[in-house]
């Protein structure tokens, strides 16, 4: 599999179809829209660990109640962090667009 997929939206057919059915295909995006998905992941997960929601059943497997607080934490930085590339690609396109109407008043 490509670390880096261009324009960042990548199609295929699959050449071993689902049982019962004849064809399937996969689609994979990278887009900033996918913080939305993370920010509502991340209201439901804290309130239910600030309340200890089924707390129990993870740290009588042997899981650390520390591990909770990390993948809090590394949630939000995902979110931080995809909002900085849709920040960025914002900052670009105001370049591009002041770029463009230049050369427009120039001709």
Do not use: C
Not at 34 to 41: A, M, S
Not at 76 to 81: G, K, N, P, T, V
């Amino acid at each position: 599999m490509r670390r880096w997929i261009p324009d960042n939206v990548s199609v295929s057919l699959v050449t071993v179809p689902p049982v019962g059915q004849t064809q399937a295909a996969v689609a994979l995006s990278n887009s900033t829209s996918i913080q939305e998905v993370f920010k509502r992941t991340l209201e439901s997960f804290s309130a239910m660990y600030k309340r200890r929601a089924f707390l129990h059943w993870y740290t009588g497997e042997g899981m650390d109640v520390m591990e909770f607080s990390e993948a809090e934490s590394n949630i939000q930085d995902l979110i931080a962090e995809y909002q900085q590339y849709q920040e960025a690609v914002a900052d670009e396109e105001d370049v591009d667009e002041e770029a463009y109407e230049e050369e427009e008043v120039e001709q």
